[in-house]
């Protein structure tokens, strides 16, 4: 039999380990502390159960009563007699074995992040591995999945961006058009926001939407085309309020001009309009008309910022709301939709704000 020895109390024993109350000044107090503590882990707990228990018993009796076996109680005694209460937690483990060398991480590093050599577009695990063997790195693709998955790379995917084109005027552009905006909704000059939302598909299914039991609709997926349909947006960024004009034709000048003479025919001939540089928004015909009408001042949004121009968050809006996820049977059933959720919407004019900051 193996006998107990007392130690020099523990204070912290391991971060598994319950601190020890003052009392506990022996090994076979520290262990009853163990064994009935609430928050110690329960194989903690039971080796200090089985330590305290073979104190006054046989190693095969212990082991009978526990569901064990004598190497097993064998080992925990032991261990706690070398070393204390310690010896209750598990001992450092080496883990399994390194198979691959750190330059062979650097190089699986180095190629995922390097362009893939044609005609592929993408690296692929079973790709990267045969570029390995290439540089006489016998991997294996579980091993590439397991190393990129550490290191965070995903060679499988594509994040597009587009880059913002210089202009020594950008901040110069927001801020004319947060003033005019701000000027407008205090009463100021009229500010209407215009631009297009071209070539929207109309699709129509196949088979109607059902329903499941928890509410998710259930959608073919089949469904004929209906052709297209495209609006000029217009929002008066005082109020809020919302105009989309279905275009019958092509929307090039002729077709915007028309649109110009509509907001002049409605709003008058002195308001600030904001809109982009798109092609029929600069060209010489538009350029011309909006020189004879002198009362109607252009602020141009800077290239590559939509979203300096709030008409294209109302876009944003409706497509999320009414487009997206809708089937119509025609492009008048499409733009019926869309015609009713302005009338909706303009019940309670909501203009669309944006803060901006300009560099310091």
Excluded at 175 to 187: D, E, L, P
Excluded at 193 to 206: A, G, I, Q, W, Y
Aim: proline letters at 5%.
């Amino acid at each position: 039999m193996t006998v107990i020895k007392d130690a020099a109390p523990s204070v912290a024993v391991g971060t598994a380990l319950p601190t020890m109350p003052r009392t506990a000044e022996t090994i076979e107090q520290q262990l009853q502390h163990i064994a009935a503590h609430p928050g110690v882990a329960q194989r903690h707990a039971f080796r200090a159960r089985l330590v305290l228990a073979a104190a006054a018993k046989s190693l095969r009796a212990v082991a009978a009563a526990h569901g064990t076996t004598r190497n097993t109680v064998r080992k925990w005694v032991r261990r706690v007699a070398a070393e204390g209460i310690q010896g209750l937690l598990d001992a450092p483990r080496s883990g399994r074995p390194v198979l691959y060398p750190d330059a062979a991480v650097r190089d699986l590093v180095s190629l995922a992040t390097s362009q893939r050599p044609g005609p592929y577009a993408l690296w692929t695990h079973r790709g990267l591995r045969e570029a390995m063997w290439n540089l006489n790195w016998g991997v294996t693709c579980s091993w590439v999945t397991t190393t990129l998955s550490a290191l965070g790379l995903k060679v499988h995917l594509v994040r597009g961006w587009i880059h913002r084109r210089p202009d020594p005027d950008f901040e110069a552009k927001v801020t004319a058009v947060q003033q005019a905006v701000a000027a407008a909704r205090v009463g100021g000059r009229p500010v209407l926001s215009l631009d297009e939302k071209t070539s929207h598909p109309v699709r129509t299914p196949v088979r109607a939407d059902t329903r499941a039991g928890d509410g998710t609709v259930r959608r073919e997926f089949e469904y004929v085309r209906k052709g297209t349909v495209s609006w000029y947006g217009i929002q008066d960024c005082a109020s809020g309020a919302v105009a989309m004009i279905r275009a019958r034709s092509r929307m090039d000048s002729a077709a915007f001009i028309e649109v110009l003479q509509h907001l002049k025919d409605v709003h008058g001939s002195d308001f600030v309009l904001i809109m982009d540089n798109g092609s029929a928004h600069t060209s010489r015909a538009t350029t011309a008309w909006l020189a004879e009408h002198p009362g109607i001042d252009v602020l141009f949004t800077p290239k590559h910022a939509s979203w300096v121009n709030p008409i294209e968050s109302v876009f944003g809006i409706v497509t999320r709301q009414v487009l997206k996820h809708g089937w119509f049977g025609s492009g008048d059933d499409c733009d019926q939709a869309v015609q009713d959720w302005v009338s909706e919407r303009n019940r309670a004019h909501r203009p669309v704000r944006f803060t901006w900051q300009p560099a310091a």
